[in-house]
Nanobody, 126 residues
Framework: QVQLVESGGGLVQAGGSLRLSCAAS????????MAWFRQAPGKEREFVAG????????YYGNSVKGRFTISRDNAKNTVYLQMNSLKPEDTAVYYC???????????????????WGQGTQVTVSS
């Protein structure tokens, strides 16, 4: 089993920045893809960004391209999401997820991911 714990969410004004972290523990010895998804009230879960084990492959949702950056530190079993130029429409619960099956392919489909964190709230005020 793998446990994922997100941190770094909060309240920020439009145009501001936040950095989310997701720490993995448990059976983390195999290479795995990590990703961030988000879900706003009344909306479906949306893919935000994903990164392969080596970090050479990254993939972003269209709504965050050029504003968000995903990175990882495998020595710390941690993935990060740097969010800049935040907009009110970025308000959502952000979840990290791990995919052991598709590595190194980064999928934007939530059903490909095997493990999920509890989520962290990000609220962007206008």
């Amino acid at each position: 089993q793998v446990q994922l714990v997100e941190s770094g969410g909060g309240l920020v004004q439009a145009g501001g920045s936040l950095r989310l972290s997701c720490a993995a523990s448990g059976r983390t010895f195999r290479p795995y893809v990590m990703a961030w998804f988000r879900q706003a009230p009344g909306k479906e879960r949306e893919f935000v960004a994903g990164i392969s084990w080596s970090g050479r492959t990254t993939y972003y949702g269209n709504s965050v391209k050029g504003r968000f950056t995903i990175s990882r530190d495998n020595a710390k079993n941690t993935v990060y999401l740097q969010m800049n130029s935040l907009k009110p429409e970025d308000t959502a619960v952000y979840y990290c997820a791990a995919d052991y099956s598709s590595e190194p392919v980064v999928s934007g489909r939530s059903r490909e991911y095997d493990y999920w964190g509890q989520g962290t709230q990000v609220t962007v005020s206008s």
